[in-house]
């Protein structure tokens, strides 16, 4: 209603507020200052949650990096923290610590020197391909020039501790050992039992719910489990250990076999995290290829490689980064189920730590805490890269 239809039915008009009631002066402070904008609310609801995060994740990262960089000492009345720069980092790679962290390095076996030289050949190549390549920057070049050197050193390491006579892998292979060879062969499991899961098979149903069942345990309870499947004396299979001659045979008194079974457990509980994934990709890809690839004649390899294979490689890749990222914090299955023995043979990085933890030398700890943070970082990043080349299409 226009202010002439109300003085000619006697209302009051509202028109602009007096000079001298300060309300104009009001409502444009609040719109200056942006009360009445939803840019406001946003930022009034959103920001708290966002510096609550940021706090409790990077504050225990400053805090841990200068423990890493000082001593700890519980004295009476509190503590008492000295700074000494880079010598707990020292003492891992170099010091008394290096064997414990890196293992016991020995002149590579005849294997060995054909794994080195393999891959050797392969990052060689790789380079030669890179840095002749016009289209990719030089940024790129050089970071892949590192991350061949990072590579090179690792294989010479993995060669010298495990792939030699008298070497022993420290806990930087052996958490290595577990994410490389426990991811593969959780992929490849939960694949195929995805795969046999789409099929029409008698019982499939049935057989998705069984899959699952490991993900319903905790990993605790996984390796109070494996610890008692493995005791060859008093165990529920010490029957067939019995029948086999191995009724005195212990699992953790030798290091593969403990490493074996630290792998097996692991395995055993996060195939059906795959399995799931993967299934669920496999059931939501179109089948109109796969029908019209059939009935041009291709067959079942084919259809794989060419059409299920290409379609659900981006899951992959994100589905093995989340695993890779939790197989490197790998502590309850090697803790509870071979206390990290025989030795070190099963201690993994986290589980390296939390003993040093639990000694109370805060400041090795939170060294090798960084450690396992600098290789996850490293991993993540190249990984990430390489292989989001691949689906791009590049080299």
């Given at each position: 209603m226009s202010s002439a239809e109300?003085?000619?039915?006697?209302?009051?008009?509202?028109?602009?507020?007096?000079?001298g009631s300060g309300l104009e002066a009001r409502v444009g402070l609040g719109t200056r200052l942006g009360f009445n904008s939803d840019r406001f609310t946003r930022s009034a609801l959103i920001w708290p949650a966002i510096l609550v995060v940021l706090f409790l994740s990077?504050?225990?990262?400053?805090?841990?990096?200068?423990?890493?960089?000082?001593?700890?000492?519980?004295?009476?009345?509190?503590?008492?923290?000295?700074?000494?720069?880079?010598?707990?980092f020292g003492k891992l790679y170099f010091g008394s610590q290096q064997d414990h962290?890196?293992?016991?390095?020995?002149?590579?076996?005849?294997?060995?020197?054909?794994?080195?030289s393999a891959g050797a050949a392969f990052l060689g190549r790789w380079l030669v391909r890179t840095w002749r390549n016009r289209e990719v920057g030089a940024r790129s070049k050089v970071a892949r020039t590192v991350y061949a050197f990072l590579g090179g050193a690792t294989l010479w390491l993995t060669v010298q501790t495990v792939f030699s006579a008298g070497g022993r892998p420290g806990t930087l292979m052996v958490t290595l050992i577990y994410v490389a060879v426990g991811i593969t062969i959780q992929y490849l499991l939960g694949l195929g039992l995805a795969l046999l899961a789409?099929?029409?098979?008698?019982?499939?149903?049935?057989?998705?719910?069984?899959?699952?069942?490991p993900m319903m345990i905790t990993p605790v309870g996984v390796a109070y489990m494996f610890r008692m499947l493995t005791d060859t004396g008093k165990g529920p299979f010490q029957p067939i250990w019995a029948a086999f001659g191995l009724q005195n045979f212990s699992w953790v008194n030798e290091p593969w076999g403990?490493?074996?079974?630290?792998?097996?457990?692991?395995?055993w509980q996060w195939t059906p995290f795959m399995f799931i994934v993967l299934l669920a990709v496999l059931?939501?890809?179109?089948v109109e290829p796969v029908e019209a690839a059939i009935v041009d004649g291709a067959g079942r390899w084919q259809v794989f490689r060419y059409i299920t294979v290409p379609g659900i490689i981006p899951v992959s890749l994100t589905l093995i980064l989340i695993r890779m990222i939790e197989g490197f914090k790998i502590?309850?299955?090697?803790?509870?189920?071979?206390?990290?023995?025989?030795?070190?043979?099963?201690?993994?990085?986290?589980?390296?730590?939390?003993?040093?933890?639990r000694a109370l030398d805060l400041g090795q700890s939170a060294a090798i805490?960084?450690?396992?943070?600098?290789?996850?970082?490293?991993?993540?990043?190249?990984?990430?890269?390489?292989?989001?080349q691949r689906v791009d299409g590049g080299t």
């Open positions: 109300q003085e000619a039915k006697g209302q009051p008009t509202q028109g602009p507020a007096p000079p990077i504050f225990p990262l400053i805090a841990s990096l200068y423990l890493s960089l000082s001593r700890l000492k519980f004295v009476r009345g509190g503590i008492e923290i000295n700074f000494i720069g880079l010598r707990n962290l890196l293992g016991v390095a020995r002149p590579p076996s005849l294997l060995g020197w054909v794994i080195v789409t099929q029409r098979l008698p019982g499939r149903r049935f057989f998705r719910v069984v899959f699952l069942l403990a490493r074996i079974a630290v792998i097996l457990g692991d395995i059931e939501a890809q179109d502590i309850d299955l090697p803790n509870v189920l071979t206390r990290g023995g025989p030795g070190t043979a099963t201690e993994s990085l986290t589980l390296h730590a939390y003993l040093d933890w805490a960084y450690t396992l943070l600098f290789v996850v970082t490293v991993i993540g990043i190249g990984y990430v890269n390489r292989f989001r």
